[in-house]
């Protein structure tokens, strides 16, 4: 089954420690998928800085670029 694996680089609750793990995992899975978007957060909306709680409590929307990203690999 294919897998499609998305971390953002401002994610304090999901790690690149745990984004290394899964490549490490699955680095024998040809049909994985690793894609990381440095300025998302744990919402995986943009923002700037050191992430918090606070930002979940604004209005935001999932980043255009990883819904790009993620309709072509199921096009795929």
Do not use: C
Not at 20 to 38: D, H, I, S, T
């Amino acid at each position: 089954m294919p897998v499609f694996v998305a971390q953002g680089g401002r994610d304090y609750q999901v790690t690149m420690q745990d984004f290394k793990g899964w490549k490490r995992g699955l680095r024998r899975r040809p049909n994985a998928v690793f894609r990381l978007y440095p300025l998302l957060n744990h919402l995986l909306v943009a923002g700037r800085g050191k992430s918090s709680p606070q930002e979940y409590e604004k209005a935001g929307h999932v980043h255009g670029k990883l819904i790009v990203d993620v309709a072509r690999w199921i096009k795929r």
